[in-house]
């Protein structure tokens, strides 16, 4: 498997964090401070990403100017950083960055709603958090999000990079 792109989104620009660990990317959260830490970023592999004009010129600085998540989205997009052959949607926490992991049913008893625990097909969790995540309404949500907004398909998407 190729290596994904990673990214550092500052503060401003949090839902974009949200959204790219949706897409399965690698994508740290945080403020930006000063140069040389832009340049450890850099240094580690990290995209970084900011709505800040103070670091709209700075080498190795993705300035991205919009202000609907959509629309930062797609800014992404057309620079050629995320990529829709990349993708290994609802793969990471969404609240601690972290990949996911496949767990056993037997493992979320008592963690999930009863009737989540009956239904479900599946289950994951965060090895960091212990958050569980399980196919449901919500992901239903978010996928129609994203054909709606962006015109992907999230499902082909991640059933083409496990193929």
């Not at 839902?15 to 740290?28: E, F, P, Q, S, W």
């Not at 609802?90 to 009863?114: I, K, Q, T, Y």
């Amino acid at each position: 498997m190729e290596t994904r792109a990673r990214f550092f989104v500052d503060r401003m620009l949090g839902k974009v964090a949200k959204y790219l660990r949706i897409l399965g990317y690698d994508a740290c959260y945080g403020s930006i401070e000063t140069t040389s830490q832009v340049q450890a970023l850099r240094k580690e592999g990290y995209i970084v990403i900011t709505g800040n004009t103070r670091w709209r010129h700075v080498p190795g600085v993705f300035y991205c100017e919009a202000t609907r998540w959509h629309e930062q989205c797609q800014k992404l997009v057309n620079a050629g950083l995320v990529r829709l052959e990349e993708i290994d949607p609802f793969s990471r926490c969404l609240r601690c960055n972290r990949a996911l992991e496949d767990v056993a049913r037997e493992e979320v008893a008592g963690r999930v709603p009863e009737f989540v625990y009956a239904t479900a097909p599946s289950f994951s969790r965060c090895p960091v958090c212990g958050r569980v995540y399980w196919p449901g309404s919500h992901l239903d949500k978010m996928t129609e999000n994203f054909q709606q907004i962006m015109g992907w398909n999230l499902e082909d998407a991640g059933k083409r990079r496990k193929a």
